[in-house]
């Protein structure tokens, strides 16, 4: 049997779920591809791989998609790893520099500086890392690991999924599980175990990846949630919406 490429995201919330899947039955029928979020998207909309944990924003480029698992990485509360980070408070922000890795997160912010903050900085889309320009009046949104960095650099915070829930009282959902062709019914289901296998080995999880940054135990735990819900979906499907409103699109 050809082994199905999936492609995730080599961040450091997705650790629980590598964890599992590297360690489940499913491991032999994959090849698992890992990348930075908005490269994962590209891959998927271009067909090289067959499923990824992807930018939900992604989801409108592609010509049929199926969301996978019961499982992403979502929040109920603030997420942490994906904020607008800044010198200045948020009203006194005149540029804001748009992380290159990320397609959700700067669809986000672009949301909510439109329906919730109600400001139109100038936006700049970056190529490579651009934190120390963050400075004076210029912004930055920041996503991952590098966002946990920022943290202990920039003085105002301004985290995304926070700002969305305040804004329309949902769930947020960053990446889905979404495959761009149907996908037996057997892998999925094992597929799913997988990511379930590796949320309830949280602690082995971060024994593996010491990182003194931010506790990862409380960052997996209160940030970063897991459940693909009910509620999530809605969240999700809202989010769509406001994208297709807006008129926001994204390059893949």
Not at 12 to 27: D, E, F, M, S
Not at 80 to 108: C, G, H, M
Not at 120 to 127: A, C, N, S
């Amino acid at each position: 049997m050809n082994k199905i490429k999936v492609g995730i995201v080599n961040y450091l919330n997705t650790k629980p779920l590598i964890y599992g899947i590297q360690r489940a039955p499913v491991a032999d029928k994959i090849v698992l591809i890992e990348d930075y979020p908005a490269n994962v998207a590209k891959m998927l909309v271009e067909g090289t791989i067959d499923a990824g944990l992807v930018p939900v924003a992604v989801i409108p480029r592609l010509k049929t998609h199926h969301i996978i698992t019961d499982y992403c990485i979502g929040c109920t509360g603030p997420v942490a790893s994906v904020a607008i980070f800044s010198e200045v408070p948020i009203t006194k922000i005149e540029k804001i520099l748009l992380d290159y890795q990320s397609r959700t997160s700067v669809a986000l912010a672009k949301v909510l500086l439109r329906k919730y903050w109600k400001i139109t900085p100038e936006l700049v889309d970056t190529r490579s890392d651009y934190r120390a320009s963050i400075n004076g009046t210029t912004a930055g949104v920041v996503i991952g690991d590098r966002a946990l960095e920022q943290r202990k650099v920039s003085p105002y915070i301004y985290d995304l999924g926070e700002a969305w829930i305040e804004m329309t009282g949902l769930p947020f959902v960053f990446a889905a599980w979404v495959s761009n062709k149907a996908l037996p019914e057997d892998f999925i289901t094992e597929f799913n175990a997988a990511n379930q296998l590796g949320l309830q080995h949280i602690d082995r999880a971060v024994a593996e990846n010491p990182y003194t940054v931010f506790d990862l135990h409380t960052y997996y735990t209160q940030h970063i949630s897991y459940e693909l819900t009910a509620e999530k979906r809605k969240g999700l499907d809202t989010f769509l919406s406001f994208l297709n409103a807006e008129r926001i699109t994204l390059p893949v």
